[in-house]
């Protein structure tokens, strides 16, 4: 009885520990984004004079309503979620299609192809940027909706997560479906596609989230400014000394551009949870 108890006590007593090392973790790994916040809710003439201020009211929402004062602002929304959404859609379609295929159809050189894809995950992107760029301006694809997405759905990783996620789904389910005189894209449509749905919305949120905060490719081909995206054009509203004299300005600015992340993440965190123990247990 005394041995069990002490057990128990034991974990309660680790249990403990570890919750607190998690919750100190936790706020260590908050504290930039506190900062950042409180940061962006002061005068920037204020934050100039004493950087202490950040700690004591008062605090404003000025910043923000600069941001939006900014007569482009909501057209760069605007462009960052029809870029992001398009992509996110795209990909997921491909990726889905993509990975079924190679995780239950035979047909000629397909372990070599699934090969070539992965060795995509090994070339960065600036290594294909010049023969990109010129590739666009040839095609005058520039400052067009289709030349800020077409570069992101080639997407190896996407392609592989959903043919590990199709893999691990039974067989069985396939022969069932066959036996019932279904066809092949029906199985896929109907059968198997629904039971990856926690797959696909890591992968949307992951891809969804590399666009909105792309920076790289959106600056060399989006060169007009109603073609901005939202993180190129709250860059092209910071002066020089954005740093030292609009301090509270540009926190406001990554904040306003990280919320609608932050949104869709709360918004579809269960089925992240979901995807990864998923993957955990296989």
Same mark, same amino acid.
């Given at each position: 009885m005394s041995s069990t108890s002490s057990g128990i006590v034991g974990r309660s007593t680790g249990d403990r520990i570890i919750l607190i090392l998690v919750i100190v973790l936790a706020l260590i790994m908050m504290a930039p984004i506190a900062w950042v916040i409180a940061l962006s809710l002061k005068d920037n003439k204020e934050l100039m004079t004493d950087m202490n201020s950040v700690f004591h009211a008062p605090y404003t929402i000025n910043n923000y309503i600069n941001i939006l004062a900014t007569s482009s602002v909501f057209r760069w929304i605007l462009n960052s979620l029809i870029v992001s959404g398009g992509l996110t859609v795209m990909t997921l379609i491909l990726s889905s299609l993509a990975g079924y295929g190679f995780a239950r159809l035979n047909f000629p050189f397909r372990n070599a192809l699934f090969i070539i894809v992965l060795l995509g995950l090994a070339v960065p992107e600036q290594a294909v940027l010049i023969a990109r760029h010129q590739l666009f301006s040839w095609l005058k694809f520039h400052n067009t909706y289709h030349g800020l997405i077409l570069p992101g759905l080639a997407a190896p990783f996407g392609v592989f997560l959903m043919t590990q996620y199709f893999r691990a789904i039974p067989k069985e389910l396939d022969e069932a479906a066959l036996l019932d005189n279904a066809s092949r894209?029906?199985?896929f449509w109907k059968v198997l596609l629904p039971l990856t749905i926690p797959a696909? %919305?890591?992968?949307?949120?992951?891809?969804?989230?590399s666009s909105w905060n792309d920076y790289f490719w959106p600056l060399i081909s989006g060169t007009k400014k109603e073609m901005y995206t939202l993180t190129i054009g709250i860059a092209s509203t910071q002066t020089n000394f954005a740093q030292s004299e609009g301090l509270g300005f540009l926190m406001s600015q990554a904040v306003f551009a990280g919320a609608p992340i932050l949104i869709l993440y709360l918004f579809f965190q269960k089925y992240i949870?979901? %995807?990864v123990s998923g993957a955990a247990v296989r």
């Open positions: 894209f029906k199985i696909q %919305a890591t992968l949307g949120i992951f891809t969804f989230l949870v979901t %995807a």
